[in-house]
């Protein structure tokens, strides 16, 4: 029956602005809700590869954004390094930028010879098997913590070794 139809979706619909709005955190909270557009942020596939040195190593992780407005990735830090730098590489050479853009309904790529973190001062050096905790500050988004595996020092995602 048509009337049923319509009455689950409009169910269904409501029951998926909630959700988005609870996940948003920080809202306007008077309930205005759909249509304003905010940044969903989450983080995948992040790694580092083991270092070579003991007092840099580098990092790789791709930020998504399902949400319809954009934000800006304004800092990196992490327990393992005295500071954490962001750079680009473009044209071989990389040069250290102070953010980063993730756009609305996209994603920032962190990889192998293009955009990296830099772990730099290195408390400890880490080892294959190891985590190492990574802080994630945006420009409108509450922070992200990460844990980063170690991988080899040879590690590529695309084969899994
Ligand atoms: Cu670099």
Do not use: I
Not at 118 to 145: C, D, H, I, Y
């Amino acid at each position: 029956m048509r009337r049923r139809t319509a009455v689950l979706t409009a169910a269904s619909a409501l029951a998926g602005t909630l959700a988005l709005a609870g996940c948003s955190g920080s809202g306007s909270g008077s309930g205005s809700g759909s249509g304003s557009g905010e940044a969903e942020l989450s983080v995948s596939g992040p790694y580092m590869p083991q270092p070579v040195s003991a007092d840099m190593a580098a990092g790789f992780l791709t930020v998504t954004n399902k949400g319809g407005a954009g934000d800006e990735l304004t800092s990196v830090t992490s327990e393992v390094a005295g500071q954490v730098t962001m750079h680009s590489t473009m044209g071989g050479a990389m040069q250290e930028k102070s953010s980063f853009a993730v756009p609305a309904h996209g994603q920032l790529v962190f990889k192998s010879g293009g955009n990296h973190l830099m772990f730099e001062k290195l408390k400890r050096k880490p080892e294959q098997g190891q985590t190492v905790t990574v802080k994630l500050t945006f420009a409108k988004s509450g922070p992200l913590t990460v844990e980063m595996p170690v991988k080899s020092a040879t590690y590529n995602p695309s084969t899994g070794h």
